[in-house]
């Protein structure tokens, strides 16, 4: 953990008791000690510093101070076609790592219809995978999940409510420009990315995309995992939002 992050429901009077995984990571990882001062975060919140003042076997108690400033929001949201459960809980922590605003789980022509029954796209699953995502890459903006069983209704009746005024990639082993290529240089907005399974979108769910504004970006002639596909195309668009 490169940052403790800290859930408001936890404080109390500008301090908070840690007894959990994170307590173990300040005794046995940070090896602090009572007085030394770690990085915090609040959950949806600031970052910030708090000093120790108790540290034992139990627990650890913090004495936090917040900074005046919410780190903001990532620019790019994920619609993401159900991958596989393992390769799901794989991708969980890097997703929150790399940053995506809200994370849109959906159906498509080559998704298991099973997939949908599994514990990993449960909260009791996924939520603390993305607060290990988070400490890692030392935010706090949670993702929003949400589970969209079919693809169709998504796509043309829920994208304005759920990504408005998003430009939009759909990211296509078949397309030729990069990520670099289609987003304009100064674009100051948010990126909505569409990844599919790993047997790749119907003909069909192309043309489904594309009357919806979807512009096809690809990786080159390899065949990728979903895990893979999208820590690299989630790479390639913050470094191309990042050059406004």
Known sequence: MNLILIEPHELAGGGVTLRDDRAAHIREVLRAQPGESIRIGLLDGPRGTAR????DRERVELQCVFDNEIPAAPRVDL???LPRPKVLRRLWAQLAALGVGRIALTNAAKVERNYFDTHVVQPATYRPLLLEGLQQAQDTRLPLVGLHKQLKPLVEDRLDELFPGTFRLLADPLAKESISEK????FPGRVLLA???EGGWTEYERELFARQGFVGVGLGPRTLRTDTACVALLALTHAALARA
């Open 52 to 55: 120790i003042t108790t540290l």
């Open 79 to 81: 619609l993401l076609a």
């Open 183 to 186: 987003i304009p240089a100064d």
């Open 195 to 197: 990844v599919g399974p």
